[in-house]
């Protein structure tokens, strides 16, 4: 086999995506971009050595969550090099917010991460709350924790779901997903929808807790930690599956540092960071809770961490519930709000890690400028140097580990 | 240098930042539709729209017989054709492609709770050489327009699209950013549209049952139906 660089392939006619052509002729597609390499690292991940070859994974794949394109340099069933291809979802939610008022551009951030995304618009609203400096009434602070646990239980039980899918077994997410449809079903009958709740307001939130939610997250609190146990008996005691996982990924302390990791997948690396007691925000200081961490950084270190973070939800679910105080659910404001020229950020601690926005404001009623920092972007790069050594199947299993969702990474 | 950002009318805050490195220098972008100068990012400067099927239907080429009810079935339906039909509605293999938020609802109307299955909507194929009806599920932005329109292609005949959600009927609550498709009717064929954001689970299978029955009804009619997208060009 002969070394090939991207200089040999012939012009073709480029089809939607610029790195892609298509041969209309031979119908193949080509994962080489017709274009000179335009940094080292392109010509370098470009040029085929001996017994190398390319595999084009996506946009249109069931493990990718979402549609996430990655070309594989391959030398036999091992991953030699990846080259990750973004943007098959970007939305423009940044330019949009700056063209929406601040209420509406709470709704635009809402389908970043589709399934945490009461997160998504937590920090937000809580950036503009800075801006505006307004006090939120404590029971909509209680309100907003307690969805958002319930959310992030969601999630978690999601991941549980696809992970073991990734791996190669069906039945744990016809599992996670009971457990998930009982608790948006609930969060729909507190928010009116079942995905993107849109449901935090600058001030507050948007509705106060109903008959409907409470009965059926009391009916869920007294047979979820049951649920969740059982639903750990899957997995946790399944030999194929701890094999399958163990040492796959493993992601060390300075590395998950440097690469600015939070969230879930750093605490599996021994650190025990979490924005909630690190830099606390709404009423975690006052809530008791313990931030599990792990030292051992393989996928199934993360697996086993999000299995734990959820008992701790269940915990302030609880404390929540026992402790909700009486009062007003929105602090009083104007319809139409202009907060003083300024600029604020705000982070909080989402189901995959640190979730911020910066928001600048010029005195008008729309933000001047909006920024926003997900999780999954900062993790997804990651991926790059888990993977290389591993087998194709393993390139699946780590990214699921790492859980980003691409709506996220898109933005 | 100290900043002033343009007064906006009606605005009787003073528009004074206090200290200058506040907001460094705007980037002033014109508070309308953005279009990249960079020609080949978002198909800036092209209307966003793949027209490979629209062309593809002007050609007549995608009249030919290829498995489409054609020749002598068209003519004389039979009761064979209605069990054809009855089992081609009753095994619809969709496949598994979510682009965003919307597919986790289908996911759900596929598990568990709302077990699709029960219908005759098999799970999801991974593969659209093995799938029947495309179900759109997310925001379908210009990037990804080419990849699906050669999933639609990939699909063998007889073949059935479903646009699931606000965002691929009409573009929904991403109809104004400047790189997603405002429905994907711009760029292929739909038969059934399922809105909402996203709609529930059971709304996908109600939306499932109404291609089951279309696919009963639509017997014979099959040289009439759109091979390229329904909405006109210069829409
Ligand atoms: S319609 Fe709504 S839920 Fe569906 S993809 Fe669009 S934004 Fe997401």
């Not at chain 1, 998930?180 to 995905?195: K, N, P, S």
């Not at chain 2, 598990?111 to 093995?130: E, H, L």
Request: charged residues 20%; glycine residues 8%; hydrophobic residues 40%.
């Amino acid at each position: 086999m002969t070394t090939r660089t991207p200089f040999d392939i012939p012009a073709h006619a480029s089809s939607d995506d610029p790195r892609v052509t298509l041969d209309e002729q031979l119908g193949t597609f080509e994962p080489i971009p017709p274009y000179p390499p335009r940094t080292e690292r392109e010509a370098e991940f470009y040029t085929l050595r001996d017994g190398e070859m390319f595999v084009n994974m996506g946009p249109q794949h069931p493990s990718t969550h979402g549609v996430l394109r990655v070309v594989l340099k391959i030398d036999g069933e091992k991953v030699v090099d990846l080259d990750p291809v973004l943007g098959y979802l970007h939305r423009g939610v940044e330019k949009l917010c700056e063209n929406a008022d601040y209420h509406q551009a709470i709704c635009y951030t809402d389908p970043l991460e589709y399934i945490s995304s009461l997160f998504c618009e937590w920090s937000p609203v809580i950036a503009f709350e800075k801006l505006l400096d307004v006090q939120v009434p404590r029971r909509a602070e209680y309100i907003r924790v307690l969805s958002g646990e319930l959310n992030r239980i969601a999630s978690h039980a999601l991941f549980m779901g696809w992970f073991a899918l990734d791996l190669g077994g069906l039945t744990p997410i016809l599992w996670s997903f009971i457990e998930r449809d009982e608790i948006v079903e609930m969060l729909a009958a507190l928010t009116g929808q079942r995905m993107l709740f849109n449901y935090f307001r600058i001030g507050g939130v948007n509705g106060d807790l109903n008959h409907e939610f409470m009965s059926r997250l009391g009916t869920w609190m007294s047979k979820a930690t049951n649920q969740i146990n059982s639903n750990q008996a899957l997995l946790n005691d399944n030999e194929i599956f701890v094999r399958r996982a163990r040492g796959l990924g493993v992601m060390d302390t300075a590395t998950a540092l440097s690469m600015c990791m939070t969230g879930p997948n750093l605490r599996a690396t021994g650190v025990p960071f979490d924005v909630r007691r690190a830099h606390p925000y709404s009423i975690y200081p006052e809530l008791d809770f313990d931030i599990p961490s792990r030292t051992e950084g393989d996928c199934l270190a993360r697996y086993l961490l999000r299995m734990d973070e959820v008992k701790q939800s269940l915990r302030i679910i609880d404390q929540c519930l026992h402790e909700m105080p009486d009062g007003p659910i929105m602090a009083k404001l104007p319809r139409l709000i202009r907060p003083r020229p300024g600029r604020a950020y705000a982070a909080i601690e989402g189901p995959r890690g640190q979730y911020a926005t910066y928001a600048i404001s010029d005195g008008t009623d729309q933000p001047f400028r909006m920024r926003i920092h997900d999780p999954s972007f900062v993790h997804l790069q990651t991926v790059g140097l888990l993977t290389p050594g591993n087998l194709i199947a393993d390139t699946m299993a780590i990214m699921a580990s790492l859980d980003p969702i691409m709506g996220g990474v898109d933005k | 240098m100290a900043l002033k950002p343009e007064p906006v009318p009606g605005s009787n805050l003073p528009a004074v930042i206090s200290q200058p490195r506040d907001l460094v220098e705007p980037i002033v972008v014109a508070n309308t539709l953005w279009q990249s100068s960079n020609p080949i990012a978002y198909n800036g400067g092209q209307a966003s729209d793949i027209t490979h099927l629209r062309e593809f239907e002007a050609s007549g080429e995608g009249r030919r017989d290829n498995a489409r009810w054609a020749g002598p079935l068209e003519i004389i339906p039979t009761k064979a054709d209605i069990v054809l039909d009855l089992i081609r509605a009753n095994s619809l293999w969709p496949l598994l492609s979510g682009l965003a938020c919307c597919a986790i609802e289908m996911m759900s109307a596929a598990t568990s709770k709302n077990d699709m299955d029960r219908w005759g909507m098999f799970p999801f194929r991974a593969s659209p050489r093995q799938a029947d009806v495309l179900i759109v599920a997310g925001t379908c932005t210009t990037k990804m327009a080419g990849p699906l329109v050669r999933l639609w292609e990939q699909m063998p005949e007889p073949k059935w699209c479903v646009a699931m959600g606000d965002c691929t009927c009409s573009g929904g609550r991403y109809k104004r950013s400047y790189s997603t498709i405002q429905g994907i009717d711009r760029i292929m064929p739909v038969d059934v549209y399922v809105p909402g954001c996203p709609p529930r689970p059971e709304g996908l299978i109600y939306g499932m049952m109404k291609l089951q029955q279309l696919i009963k009804d639509r017997r014979g009619h099959w040289p009439e139906r759109a091979i390229g997208p329904t909405v006109p060009e210069d829409l």
